[in-house]
């Protein structure tokens, strides 16, 4: 992620942020690991995007996503994309060093800025693809565990929603891994899940 993102990640942290969504990968930074470790250390719920150039991170490692590939702790939430039919986008990054769920990320209509004096005209705009898309559908289902667990820290929201997902073919667990990490996200699944613990 570029250097000067890296001040609003802290600051998003110490303004009282409990999740932070980050649909944008880079290279390796110090100062980005440092600040990961920190919203980490502060309850903060991190999820990231894996990037759109179909390659592999456990070859060629993007951040934040691939900043915890080595750890044996989970500091952020890795989010592939799939499509309507649940196969992998044909854009989205792969891995299982850094992928930890999968998403929605191909076809996905959303509001947008709206800002006449700069242009900004439309207010809804359909058919966005990419992992940046499917980042906020996890960031989202750990917002709704977190408004049912206001206590929980981020193992415990994480767990929550890696262990209810949906598993489609392949059947390898090794190959799925490496394209959806654990399954596709089930928010519902999820917040039924916090909610009777």
């Given amino acids: 992620a570029p250097a000067g993102n890296l001040p609003s990640l802290k600051a998003a942290v110490d303004n009282g942020a409990d999740i932070i969504n980050v649909s944008m990968v880079g290279d390796e930074d110090a100062d980005l690991k440092l600040a990961v470790n ?3 250390r502060k309850g903060v719920v991190l999820v990231a995007a894996a990037g759109n150039n179909f390659s592999n991170l456990n ?5 934040p996503i691939c900043i915890d590939a080595n750890n044996q702790k989970a500091l952020v939430l890795g989010v592939s994309a799939i499509g309507r039919d649940h196969r992998l986008a044909s854009f989205s990054n792969i891995g299982a060093n850094c992928i930890d ?7 996905i209509n959303s509001t947008v800025r709206y800002s006449p004096r700069n242009d900004l005209t439309q207010t809804y705009r359909t058919n966005w693809n990419g992992t940046s898309f499917a980042a906020p559908f996890v960031s989202g289902a750990a917002a709704l565990i977190k408004s049912i667990q206001p206590t929980w820290r981020p193992k ?3 767990q929550a929603i890696l262990q ?3 598993r489609t ?12 990490g ?7 699944k999820a917040v039924e ?5």
Wanted: net charge negative; aromatic share 14%.
């Fill in 59 to 63: 070859l060629g490692p993007a951040y």
């Fill in 169 to 180: 073919p392949p059947d390898d667990p090794a190959a799925y891994a490496e394209l959806f």
């Fill in 193 to 197: 899940s916090a909610a009777g613990m």
């Fill in 164 to 166: 209810t997902v949906h």
């Fill in 156 to 158: 415990k929201i994480y």
């Fill in 38 to 40: 920190y919203a980490y």
């Fill in 101 to 107: 769920i999968t998403a929605p990320g191909v076809g």
């Fill in 182 to 188: 654990a399954g596709l996200l089930q928010v519902d």
